[in-house]
């Protein structure tokens, strides 16, 4: 397979990966009546389902389980679990409520918190462009705290918990593909889901059978619905720069964004957009940095192979 082949392959990925995640807002506001904690529940329950469907097919159960057995990979595995739930139960929660553009906020800000936590937990050192965009970041959601009378803590919330999900990630390595992460992080969760859905059973409060067919098809669908676009941006990762990935990432708060204000009809004061302009800057200069790191690596490296070794 040429290379070009390989990258249009990539980049398919990852914009069909980050459209539909961009799309989730519609998918989650057709299954009301059901609210956050059960939606939360069934997602991971179907989530769970799904992935254990896919490793029985493939004959790779029992190479997750013996992954597993590594010292200290069951304890990463389940805080990233707990962590991603928080991510998912929150943004469940705006969309379910009408504050999806507050959920793209958080996917907004999530690279410049990322930035951010490699400087805190990690001691990463960063460039002028890197500082100018955490600390143009840091004025936007100050402005948004100032002037929308009240802390935007549904998009500071997505955002470090995705950020810290990604760090937990990084610390445990290459430890475990796509696929068997996310079983296993649905695995640690489920236990919890199954008990959220009992509790709703038992009080009458759940709605799985409401206007059935139709409503519990969609919640069971939860699972296919978190699975796919995950596995393509693993695809999508294996196959194209970290620097394409990094820029292509922002469909997914665009498409939100979209989908709030002309969809879902969600209002947008005047100084939500100013705060969201603010972060758009910030956004810019990230990228930029991005691009411009990019470039320089790809140039020293060209002058590394041009470079004349010495005969042995």
């Known amino acids: 397979m040429t290379p070009s082949m390989t990258d249009r392959r990539g980049l398919a990925a990852g914009w069909l990966a980050y459209g539909l995640w961009g799309l989730f807002p519609l998918y989650f506001t057709a299954l009301q009546p059901s609210g956050a904690w059960e939606v939360l529940a069934h997602r991971i329950t179907w989530t769970f389902v799904v992935c254990l469907g896919v490793l029985l097919w493939r004959d790779e159960l029992g190479t997750l389980v013996r992954s597993l057995r590594r010292p200290r990979l069951p304890l990463g595995v389940g805080v990233a679990g707990y962590l991603i739930a928080i991510n998912w139960g929150v943004y469940v929660f705006a969309v379910l409520t009408g504050r999806t553009n507050e959920a793209a906020l958080g996917y907004f800000l999530n690279p410049?918190?990322?930035?951010?936590?490699?400087?805190?937990?990690?001691?990463?050192g960063l460039r002028p462009l890197q500082w100018a965009a955490v600390a143009i970041g840091a004025v936007a959601a100050g402005y948004l705290t100032v002037a929308g009378s009240g802390l935007p803590w549904i998009a500071l919330v997505l955002a470090g918990s995705f950020g810290l999900y990604g760090l937990t990630k990084k610390k445990l390595g290459a430890s475990l593909p796509a696929l068997h992460s996310l079983a296993a992080e649905s695995a640690a969760l489920l236990?919890?889901?199954?008990?959220?859905?009992?509790?709703?059973?038992?009080?009458?409060?759940?709605?799985?059978?409401?206007?059935?067919?139709?409503h519990p098809a969609l919640l069971v669908l939860a699972g296919v619905v978190t699975a796919i676009p995950l596995l393509l941006f693993a695809e999508a990762a294996r196959r194209i720069p970290l620097v394409t990935i990094g820029l292509i990432q922002f469909i997914t708060p665009v498409l939100q964004l979209l989908v709030a204000v002309t969809v879902l009809e969600e209002h947008m004061s005047p100084e939500r957009w100013t705060g969201f302009a603010i972060v758009w800057v910030a956004l810019a200069l990230l990228s930029l940095d991005s691009v411009r790191t990019a470039r320089r690596l790809r140039a020293d490296r060209r002058a590394a192979a041009l470079e004349p070794t010495e005969p042995v």
């Open 191 to 214: 236990p919890a889901a199954l008990g959220i859905l009992l509790w709703l059973t038992l009080t009458g409060a759940g709605t799985f059978t409401v206007d059935a067919p139709l």
């Open 112 to 124: 410049l918190i990322t930035v951010a936590l490699g400087v805190v937990v990690l001691r990463e």
